[in-house]
C-alpha cells in the first residue's frame, strides 16, 4: 500500500510538473504549419496618460500646428494685453478725481485766492483739476454756460477712456471667428486628406486632423473671454468714476455759483 502510495504520489507531481511546463513555454508550432510563419505580435503597451507638466511642456508645439490662424491670434493677444496695460496705468482715480482736490479747491475759493486754485490744478492734471480750473476762469459767466461747457469737458474725457478700452471688445469678438475660420479651413483639408486614402482609410487621420485644427477654437475662446471680462470691467470703472465726478462738480457748483447769486438777489 505504502508502494501504491508513493507510486501515485509520483504520478501526481509528474502531471503537475508538466500542465506547469506546458502553461509557461510557447504553444508549439503545428507540423504543417510553415517554417517561415512570423511570430505573434506582442500586445499593444497601453500610453501613459498625459500629465499637466506635460501638457504645459508640449503647448508651444500644440499651438505652432494650428498654422497661421494661431500666429494671428497670438499677435491680437498681445495687443489687447498691451491695451489692458495702458487701462491700468492710466485709468486710475487720481487722474479723474484725485482725492482731497475739490476740498482744497472748495477752501481756496472761500478765502477768494482764486490764481492760486489754478495753480492747484495745474499741479494736479486730471479731469476733475481741469474742469474746476476752467470753473475759476469763467467765474463770472452765468451758471448755465459754464455748466453747460464743462458737462462737455467732462463727458468728452469720459468718452475717450471707455473708447481706449474698446479695443478689448474689438479682440474678444474677433478671436472666436478667427478660430473658427482655422478650424473649418483644417477640417476641409482634412476630409480631402481621408477622401484621398479611400473609403477604408485610417480613421487615425480624421482624428488627428480635427484634434489639431480645434486648437484655433480653443485658443480663441481662450484670448477671447478675458479680454471680454477685461473690457466690461473697464467700462464699468470709467462709469462709476464719472459718476463721482459728476457728484463733486454738481457740489462745487451749487456751493459757488448759487450762494453767489442768492446773496446777489
Given at each position: 500500500?505504502r ?7 509520483l504520478?501526481?507531481?509528474?502531471c ?5 511546463a ?24 497601453t500610453?501613459?496618460p ?25 499677435l ?13 496705468v ?23 485766492k482764486f ?8 499741479r ?10 476752467f ?24 468718452r ?13 469678438m ?7 475660420l482655422?478650424t ?13 486614402a ?19 477654437t480653443?485658443v ?13 470691467y ?32
Open positions: 500500500m508502494v501504491v502510495a508513493v507510486g501515485i504520489a504520478l501526481l507531481s509528474i503537475i510538473g508538466s500542465v506547469r506546458q502553461d509557461g513555454a510557447p504553444a508549439a508550432a503545428p507540423a504543417n504549419a510553415p517554417a517561415s510563419a512570423p511570430a505573434a505580435a506582442p500586445p499593444a503597451k500610453k501613459a498625459t500629465t499637466i507638466f506635460g501638457a504645459i511642456a508640449s503647448a508651444p508645439g500644440k499651438l505652432m500646428e494650428g498654422g497661421w490662424t494661431v500666429a494671428m491670434q497670438l491680437l493677444s498681445v495687443l489687447a494685453g498691451a491695451y489692458a496695460i495702458e487701462r491700468f492710466h485709468l486710475r482715480r487720481k487722474a479723474v478725481t484725485p482725492d482731497g482736490l475739490a476740498e482744497r479747491a472748495d477752501a481756496l475759493w472761500r478765502e477768494g490764481p492760486e486754485i489754478v495753480a492747484l490744478c495745474e494736479t492734471p486730471s479731469t476733475l483739476g481741469r474742469i474746476i480750473k470753473i475759476v476762469l469763467h467765474k463770472s459767466n452765468p451758471l448755465t454756460d459754464v455748466s453747460r461747457a464743462i458737462g462737455d469737458i467732462g463727458g468728452r474725457e469720459m475717450q477712456h471707455i473708447q481706449r478700452a474698446y479695443p478689448l471688445a474689438v479682440v474678444g474677433i478671436e472666436p471667428l478667427l478660430g473658427l482655422g473649418v479651413l483644417g477640417m476641409m483639408e482634412t476630409f480631402a486628406a481621408v477622401a484621398d479611400g473609403a477604408l482609410g485610417d480613421a487615425s487621420v480624421l482624428a488627428h486632423g480635427i484634434s489639431k485644427f480645434l486648437i484655433c480653443g480663441g475662446l481662450f484670448i477671447a473671454v478675458p479680454c471680454l471680462m477685461l473690457y466690461h473697464f467700462k464699468l470703472r470709467s462709469t462709476s468714476m464719472m459718476h463721482e465726478l459728476e457728484e463733486q462738480v454738481d457740489d462745487l457748483l451749487h456751493g459757488w455759483f448759487l450762494k453767489r447769486e442768492s446773496f446777489a438777489a
